[in-house]
């Protein structure tokens, strides 16, 4: 089932999420809520998708990064973004550690702010706790394009938008990029 994707304005994207209990974690309801925003991440189609995003103000997002879809941008994009493919998986209650602080600076998007995008400064490389889909302790390290993914979901989870930390006059519409 693919959910609706809430854009800016809707007061959910602008709230700090709650923390998931983690005796929720295996139940299958959050089981469910998981798989509906995979595929609600794939239909879009996105790298991350925070709950809030789809309107459930709790701290679980799912990330992905397809080798399919790297393969198709050309390959001196993705080396400059060191952009690598990432497996599909969950994080839930993740904590963030900036481990690289000089910036990287990239044109970023939102599946919540659809049809513009803008260029955002993010640390090159960060550490990320917390738990997996079955409620498993994770430790990520993360660089590159992976490690900005992270930065935007957990953003997300703290009821912060791109636009917030965006170099304003880089906002565009991406129809007439
Ligand atoms: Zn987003």
Redo the contacts with the bound molecule.
């Keep these: 089932m693919i959910l609706k994707i809430m854009q800016v304005g809707t007061p959910v994207l602008r709230q700090s999420a709650a923390p998931v209990d983690p005796a929720r974690i295996r139940t299958p309801e959050f089981q469910q809520l998981i798989e509906m925003m995979r595929a609600t991440m794939l239909d879009a189609p996105g790298v991350g998708l925070a709950a809030p ?1 789809v309107g459930v103000g709790l701290r679980v997002a799912v990330i992905e990064d397809r080798a399919e879809a790297i393969a198709l941008m050309p390959a001196d994009d993705v080396a400059k973004k060191n952009r690598r493919p990432v497996p599909f998986h969950v994080i839930v209650n993740p904590t963030l550690t900036v481990v690289d602080d000089t910036k990287a600076t990239f044109v970023e998007g ?3 702010v659809s049809g513009f995008a803008a260029e955002v400064s993010r640390a090159r490389a960060v550490q990320v706790k917390g738990l997996d889909h079955r409620g498993a302790a994770i430790t990520i390290d993360a660089q590159g394009w992976y490690a900005r993914i992270l930065q ?1 979901e957990i953003d ?1 989870l703290n009821g912060q938008l791109y636009v917030d930390l965006m170099d304003t006059r880089t906002f565009v519409n991406t129809a007439v990029r």
Excluded: G
């Design positions: 995003q939102c599946l919540s935007h997300h």
